[in-house]
């Protein structure tokens, strides 16, 4: 249970908006009947700032002049961290990018810089080659998602510490490396996506206990947990999942700030009901609706790569899977410590409303940030 407790205290003390990972998004379109390549790069200025010092009066805050400033800096430092490779008949010729424009782009995280680039290859590609290296050296849980348009069809990938190199034919390219990468990039953005895993778990505190009497009573068995558990995790499941699916079509789309403070406000709820149980008597129920908006929250990841339908379902799935094994894996470690200890005076008296009462409250500062 001090195990639990470590982990629970040190989520706490995590001061982020934190649900997403260190990401930059990809886009390229590519014929093998033309030696052009066009694309854009959106990398996170809190990113960029890690290479290159864009917040020159170190106020905190990267303005639009200081990034535009930083735009001979950016072709010649950021711009080797990525190159690609035209394939023709086993013959490699390099494509060489230049930076053509930059932007500042908006995503559910905060604000991108959005390179335009332009590849000039020797020869069509056949084949394509591309080399992601950015960031890995100072972030190795850094991801890079791709969305590559070659010859009219639609694909996608993610880039890792340990996949870095990846080549891509519009007819041969194999689905197994793409969708273990997204099962990977969801099992990553559930573990580190804190907000997720405290509502989870204020929700998983009284799974082992019954209220009875005034005050917290321990499970009769390990089926009566398992039956609450079950119930709370199916239903956040089925909805999360429902949303996630909608949301990443552009079926259901609200502003992120929204998404991000609603998401807030139902991890200080589930803490609340762990310090007013009898007024929340049913926690599958919280689970169910709450888990509508924790979806639209999951769905930011493929919902920034900007995929469409054709390319859509293979992304969405892996990712979908990868959501849920997280999910399992914090159930498997949390449920069955929680079990060993629900007859203590310790899980029932102070682990259960101390740590509500703290999620509650960290809860509550991020929700004011996402408001303002």
Request: proline share 5%.
């Amino acid at each position: 249970m001090k195990a639990i407790l470590s982990l629970i205290l040190a989520l706490i003390t995590v001061q982020a908006l934190a649900h997403k990972p260190s990401d930059s998004y990809l886009q390229l379109d590519a014929r093998s009947d033309s030696k052009q390549i066009s694309g854009r790069w959106d990398i996170a200025l809190r990113d960029l700032n890690l290479l290159i010092p864009l917040d020159e009066n170190r106020d905190a805050v990267i303005t639009w002049g200081e990034l535009q400033r930083m735009q001979g800096s950016l072709g010649k430092e950021i711009l080797p961290a990525l190159s690609l490779t035209a394939l023709q008949d086993d013959i490699r010729y390099p494509c060489p990018l230049t930076l053509t424009r930059l932007q500042a782009i908006d995503h559910v995280d905060g604000t991108y810089a959005a390179l335009h680039l332009q590849g000039q290859c020797s020869a069509p590609p056949q084949q394509l080659e591309v080399d992601y290296q950015l960031l890995f050296e100072r972030d190795p849980d850094h991801h890079g998602l791709l969305r590559l348009d070659q010859d009219g069809t639609q694909l996608t990938a993610t880039f890792s510490n340990q996949q870095r190199r990846q080549q891509f034919n519009a007819e041969h390219t194999p689905l197994w490396p793409a969708f273990q990468g997204f099962v990977y990039q969801g099992i990553h953005h559930i573990l580190i996506g804190y907000d997720h895993i405290l509502f989870l778990l204020t929700l998983l505190f009284p799974a082992v206990l019954v209220w009875q009497r005034g005050g917290w009573q321990p499970a009769a068995n390990m089926g009566s947990a398992l039956t609450q558990t079950l119930a709370i995790v199916t239903a956040f499941t089925l909805t999360h999942s429902l949303t996630l699916g909608l949301a990443t079509l552009g079926i259901i789309s609200l502003p992120s700030w929204l998404v991000e403070s609603a998401i807030a406000a139902t991890v200080a709820i589930g803490a609340v009901a762990n310090l007013l149980p009898r007024y929340f008597p049913k926690r599958w129920v919280m689970a169910f609706v709450f888990g509508l908006i924790h979806g639209m929250g999951f769905a930011s990841v493929l919902a920034d790569l900007g995929l469409t339908d054709s390319g859509i379902f293979l992304p969405l799935l892996g990712f979908n899977l990868g959501v849920e094994l997280g999910q399992v894996a914090i159930v498997l470690v949390f449920v069955p410590l929680a079990y060993l200890m629900r007859q203590t005076h310790f899980y029932q008296r102070i682990f259960v409303p101390v740590g509500s009462l703290s999620i509650m409250l960290l809860a509550g500062v991020w929700l004011v940030e996402r408001l303002s």
